[in-house]
T-cell receptor
Framework: GQNIDQPTEMTATEGAIVQINCTYQ??????LFWYQQHAGEAPTFLSY????GLEEKGRFSSFLSRSKGYSYLLLKELQMKDSASYLC?????????FGAGTTVTVRA | KAGVTQTPRYLIKTRGQQVTLSCSPI?????VSWYQQTPGQGLQFLFE???????NKGNFPGRFSGRQFSNSRSEMNVSTLELGDSALYLC?????????????FGEGSRLTVL
């Protein structure tokens, strides 16, 4: 089975940096995904890590350590539009299993 | 290209009824996955279909079923609805082959059971 943990909520100010941690215990591993979901909308893909290390994509970066079962999503230069839920998901052979999501609130 | 299309977007049913939800994947995508999203539980995996075959199934009762057609369109059915089935049902498509696991989600079908 899959066990994926991430914090429930985080608050930060505009322009700041926020790091969302995700720990997982899974029966199989074919990569870790981060998705963003705005209220009332579908989740959208942010990043994918299958090897250890940091992947950078503009203001967003994602890190993976497979030996520690750990990932984080780093959001830099926060903007109001970044207020959303961020979902950590682990891929086994055939499915993505999601964490409960972290709601990030960006304040002016 | 067109994204994942789910119909209907909203529906209200009463306990004991059944419901069928439809999902049209992105053209060329052969894998369709279904998820249930509720505020307390997050996204829970229901099942995944690839080339008309169910490849994997989550921990939901037999009242939840699905199928996939030859054109990759998929339907899911929930019979004997319960109040707890009220949720957003999300469909996601992908190429479904090794290294091509990214899921593209539809807007979802919001089901309310009264």
């Amino acid at each position: 089975g899959q066990n994926i943990d991430q914090p429930t909520e985080m608050t930060a100010t505009e322009g700041a940096i926020v790091q969302i941690n995700c720990t997982y215990q899974t029966s199989g591993f074919n990569g870790l995904f981060w998705y963003q979901q705005h209220a009332g909308e579908a989740p959208t893909f942010l990043s994918y890590n299958v090897l250890d290390g940091l992947e950078e994509k503009g203001r967003f970066s994602s890190f993976l350590s497979r030996s520690k079962g750990y990932s984080y999503l780093l959001l830099k230069e926060l903007q109001m539009k970044d207020s959303a839920s961020y979902l950590c998901a682990v891929k086994d052979d055939y499915k993505l299993s999601f964490g409960a999501g972290t709601t990030v609130t960006v304040r002016a | 290209k067109a994204g994942v299309t789910q119909t209907p977007r909203y529906l209200i049913k009463t306990r004991g009824q059944q419901v069928t939800l439809s999902c049209s994947p992105i053209s060329g995508h052969r894998s369709v996955s279904w998820y249930q999203q509720t505020p307390g539980q997050g996204l829970q995996f229901l099942f995944e279909y690839f080339s008309e075959t169910q490849r994997n199934k989550g921990n939901f009762p037999g009242r939840f079923s699905g199928r996939q057609f030859s054109n990759s369109r998929s339907e899911m059915n929930v019979s004997t609805l319960e109040l707890g089935d009220s949720a957003l049902y999300l469909c996601a498509s992908s190429l479904g082959t090794s290294g091509n696991w990214e899921l593209f989600f539809g807007e979802g079908s919001r089901l309310t059971v009264l």
